[in-house]
């Protein structure tokens, strides 16, 4: 089964694993992003599944079951699962565990999105 299909795959397996990046918060996603797991150029059904695999590590990197999503329990763990049996080659694969300065920027950044959000 392909995760990705046609040129989006082409375009994940062509990223090059940077382990000297620091990553970037999505607010929206709740998730943390690194520079080389984006590509340049994947249609709008490859960003979607792009996205989705964004959080479901989140899930990985907060210590949390993805039956947690109180939406549709299964689908991200679905996501993942069939991510993960397709074996492409995908920088976000390699930071499953976050570093220590990497989980603290996460916790502080979903700490401040929190704050923003108390205040209204």
Known sequence: MDYFNGNDL???EELEFN???LPSYDAIKNCLVWEDERPDGL???GYEKLCDLW???SFIHRDLSF????LNPEY????WKDAKEAKFKWPGFNRLKLTDSDKEYY???MEEQKSSYDGL
Do not use: G, H, N
């Open 107 to 109: 916790l502080q950044e």
């Open 67 to 70: 039956s947690t999503w109180k």
């Open 43 to 45: 249609t709008p059904d």
């Open 10 to 12: 082409e375009l994940i």
């Open 76 to 79: 991200f763990e679905q996501v």
């Open 19 to 21: 382990s000297q990046l």
């Open 55 to 57: 959080i479901a590590r």
